[in-house]
């Protein structure tokens, strides 16, 4: 697709025009298909079908952002939530384990999604830890915990 008819998509949506991008979801479609249905030859024909055959795979989910103005046309949201992660390996290194790299995606997952529920980790991961029937751990002598915080 030429970067003038991406343009005009971009200032269609933005304008919220949302029956003429309606009307374009199918000619988008056709033309992906089209492409698809040719991946490139020679050198790189093993990639080329490769990725036609991934964006087969997920045809319908390539132009929700288009009708639904909730969905954004990037992944800048999730770039974002991982940025984290990757500085945290940077700084240390990375998991020397594969059992210790799903335990810090675990982690920062859980702390991810807390954040983004505005939700109290901490106190989440104790009502979890105490609704599976186990104790939460002691962190501070002289404490115990109780939903909302530490008692003396």
């Known amino acids: 697709m030429a970067p003038r008819s991406r343009t005009a998509i971009s200032k269609r949506r933005s304008e919220s025009e949302a029956p003429n991008i309606t ?7 056709a033309e992906l298909a089209d492409v698809l249905e040719h991946p490139q030859k020679g050198r790189w024909a093993a990639d ?8 087969r795979r997920h045809c319908s989910d390539w132009f929700t952002f288009l009708t639904r103005p909730e969905v954004n046309p990037d992944n800048n949201d999730a770039e974002r939530g991982l940025r984290p992660l990757v500085i945290h390996r940077k700084v240390t290194g990375g998991a020397r384990s594969d059992w210790g790299a799903q335990l810090v995606a675990m982690m920062f997952s859980f702390l991810e999604s807390m954040r983004r529920q505005d939700k109290n980790a901490v106190d989440h991961l104790f009502e979890l830890i105490a609704s599976s029937g186990c104790s939460p751990p002691t962190l501070l002598p002289g404490y115990s915990w109780v939903p909302g915080g530490f008692l003396i």
């Open 23 to 29: 009307t374009l979801r199918p000619i988008l479609e």
């Open 48 to 55: 080329s079908q490769a990725l036609s055959n991934r964006f």
